[in-house]
T-cell receptor, first 109, second 115 residues
Framework: GQNIDQPTEMTATEGAIVQINCTYQTSGFNGLFWYQQHAGEAPTFLSYNVLDGLEEKGRFSSFLSRSKGYSYLLLKELQMKDSASYLCAAMDSNYQLIWGAGTKLIIKP | ETGVTQTPRHLVMGMTNKKSLKCEQHLGHNAMYWYKQSAKKPLELMFVYNFKEQTENNSVPSRFSPECPNSSHLFLHLHTLQPEDSALYLC??????????????FGPGTRLTVL
C-alpha cells in the first residue's frame, strides 16, 4: 500500500532550527512536496524535490533521498509565525498526491 | 491569496438538507480537485477533474456529487449527509496532471458541520 509517515507534533524555540522528517512508500514516484498550513487556512506550497539532495529557499530547505524513501524540511531562524502544520506529500506514478497527516509545529518564545 | 476561492467558508446543515459548495480558480489551470480534511488525518482525495472530465472518484459515497461546468468552476453537491461527513472541504487546482512539477494550489476551504 501507499503510505506517508511524519511526526504528529514537534516543539521548538524561536530563533532555533528544526527538522521535520517524512518517510514515504508509493507506487512509483514523481516527487515530494511540502506544504504549510496555518490553523483554519489553506495549505500553501513550500517546496518540491524530485532529485536527491538539498533545495534551499531562504530560511526553509528540503532534502530528498529517493533510495531511502526519505525527506526532511529544515526550518532555520524560527519565528513565531512558523507555528503551523507541515504536510508532506509524495506524488505517485499516476501523478496523484499521497498525503501525510501533517506535523504540528509549536514555536515557543 | 492563492487564486482559488471557495464559498461558503462555513456551513451547518441537517442530515436532510441539500447544499452545494463552490470553488473558483483564477489561475488558468486545467485540473481541479476536491479533498476532505479531518482532524489529525491525511488529506483524502475525493474527486479530480482534468480539462472538465472527471478522472478520479476515490470510492466517495453518492451523497457527494461533483460538477465541473468549466475549467474555472467546481461544485460539490451535498445531500442526506451524515455527522461523520463533518470536516474541512478543500478545493485545489493545478496547471494539469501531466508532470511531476504540477503544484496544487488550495482554496481556504469550507468548514462543514452536519447536525
Amino acid at each position: 500500500g501507499q503510505n506517508i509517515d511524519q511526526p504528529t507534533e514537534m516543539t521548538a524555540t524561536e530563533g532555533a532550527i528544526v527538522q521535520i522528517n517524512c518517510t514515504y512508500q508509493t507506487s512509483g514516484f514523481n516527487g515530494l512536496f511540502w506544504y504549510q498550513q496555518h490553523a483554519g487556512e489553506a495549505p500553501t506550497f513550500l517546496s518540491y524535490n524530485v532529485l536527491d539532495g538539498l533545495e534551499e529557499k531562504g530560511r526553509f530547505s528540503s532534502f530528498l533521498s529517493r533510495s531511502k524513501g526519505y525527506s526532511y524540511l529544515l526550518l532555520k531562524e524560527l519565528q513565531m509565525k512558523d507555528s503551523a502544520s507541515y504536510l508532506c506529500a509524495a506524488m505517485d506514478s499516476n501523478y496523484q498526491l499521497i498525503w501525510g497527516a501533517g506535523t504540528k509545529l509549536i514555536i515557543k518564545p | 491569496e492563492t487564486g482559488v476561492t471557495q464559498t461558503p467558508r462555513h456551513l451547518v446543515m441537517g442530515m436532510t438538507n441539500k447544499k452545494s459548495l463552490k470553488c473558483e480558480q483564477h489561475l488558468g489551470h486545467n485540473a481541479m480537485y476536491w479533498y476532505k480534511q479531518s482532524a489529525k488525518k491525511p488529506l483524502e482525495l475525493m474527486f479530480v477533474y482534468n480539462f472538465k472530465e472527471q478522472t478520479e472518484n476515490n470510492s466517495v459515497p453518492s451523497r457527494f456529487s461533483p460538477e465541473c461546468p468549466n475549467s474555472s468552476h467546481l461544485f460539490l453537491h451535498l445531500h442526506t449527509l451524515q455527522p461523520e461527513d463533518s470536516a474541512l472541504y478543500l478545493c485545489a487546482s493545478s496547471q494539469d496532471m501531466s508532470g511531476g512539477t504540477d503544484t496544487q494550489y488550495f482554496g481556504p476551504g469550507t468548514r462543514l458541520t452536519v447536525l
